[in-house]
């Protein structure tokens, strides 16, 4: 069974860094996708970051490139999100999400299409 474990989030000001931990288990095979997700109150859950196993690729939004960085562990299926300088909008759940054992092959990110999910940590930025 696929289990996710988020950790590393917290309470900064403005202007800080976190990094956020996230180790899966239950990952057999050696391709999937991994990646983050936010969501704030009120609001839809947010694609952050996703990097693929099958090639190293990785993506972002938008708003997010130059101070996000995501980075994996393969032998320990673990992915982090480095956070720098962080804004108050970026205040959310932080969940860690997982796409894999849907099919044969290789995997790449597709945010629409995680099907394993973390229970999420959560960041609090301060203005």
């Known amino acids: 069974e696929v289990q996710l474990v988020e950790s590393g989030g917290g309470l900064v000001q403005a202007g800080g860094s976190l990094r956020l931990s996230c180790a899966a288990s239950g990952v057999t095979f050696d391709d999937y996708a991994i990646g983050w997700f936010r969501q704030a109150p009120g609001q839809e859950r947010q694609g952050v970051s996703c990097?693929?196993?099958?090639?190293?690729?990785?993506y972002y939004a938008d708003s997010l490139k130059g101070r996000f960085t995501i980075t994996s562990d393969n032998a320990k299926n673990t992915v982090y999100l480095q956070m720098n300088s962080l804004k108050p909008e970026d205040t959310a759940v932080y969940y860690c999400?997982?796409?894999?054992?849907?099919?044969?092959?290789?995997?790449?990110?597709?945010?629409?299409?995680?099907?394993?999910w973390g229970k999420g940590t959560l960041v609090t930025v301060s203005p």
């Open positions: 999400a997982v796409l894999w054992g849907l099919y044969s092959g290789n995997y790449y990110c597709n945010f629409d299409d995680m099907n394993y």
């Open positions: 990097i693929s196993s099958t090639d190293g690729s990785t």
